[in-house]
């Protein structure tokens, strides 16, 4: 004979699975953290890639179009080519970092929101709730700062190829002049993305320098943060 299935049980099970669940959720927090701060540092070293491929493809077309270069012109362009393909990859290289970073970043305030509940202090639940507030600030501005970075990179690159293919079928003096002015409106573009890539960096910087957990928190010798990845 089976033994019955009480009410009293039922409520014992349920509430040992709630409270598994909760405490499954604290212990994870770190390693969920862990693994979203990974993703911003991914962020932050592809994007100080991204910001010297760019300049160096960039300085490659200004030599290329300038009204003097030396060398020898057909090497001069298989440079440009071969800086603006690095150029390329490193924008391709940046932009499968951020999707997943998004991913991360989602349990992570999640599982935050829901603990603010639980608190018994109604001060720690809002020192607590102020904190997640801050960090998510402090992540909305490295979403700010990468995706129109990310945007105005691909146009960028998109440009600069439109030269590479210009030129690879029509090199010579004339046609340089003729793309003269564009090229130079090209490279006013390249020193605002300069720029927004800076503040990438500084927004990403500042996110691990806060976030991450607190061994790998401390700041090297001058102050920088130390990357993991």
């Known amino acids: 004979m089976k033994p019955r299935t009480t009410i009293s049980t039922v409520l014992l099970t349920t509430l040992v699975s709630m409270t598994s669940c909760a405490s499954s959720g604290i212990s994870d927090g770190p390693a969920r953290v862990d693994d979203f701060v990974g993703w911003v540092e991914r962020v932050y070293v592809e994007t100080e890639l991204a910001r010297e491929r760019m300049n160096d493809a960039v300085a490659q077309l200004e030599a290329l179009v300038g009204s003097t270069y030396a060398g020898d012109p057909v090497t001069a362009y298989t440079t440009f080519v071969e800086a603006l393909r690095l150029s390329e990859a490193q924008a391709e290289r940046l932009n499968e970092q951020i999707e997943p970073m998004k991913k991360a970043a989602e349990p992570v305030f999640e ?28 992540y909305t501005r490295v979403l700010g700062a990468v995706e129109p970075a990310r945007d105005r990179f691909a146009k960028l690159n998109g440009a600069m190829r439109d030269h590479a293919l210009f030129l690879g079928n029509d090199f010579n003096a004339e046609a340089v002049a003729s793309v003269h002015d564009d090229a130079r409106d090209l490279i006013a573009l390249a020193g605002d993305l300069d720029r927004e890539f800076e503040e990438c960096l500084s927004a990403t910087r500042a996110y691990v320098e806060t976030s991450a957990l607190p061994l790998q928190a401390a700041p090297a010798p001058g102050g920088a943060a130390r990357f993991r990845r």
């Open 111 to 138: 599982q935050w929101e829901e603990s603010l509940g639980q608190f018994q202090s109604e001060s720690m639940r809002e020192r607590s709730g102020a904190r997640l507030q801050a960090t998510k600030d402090r």
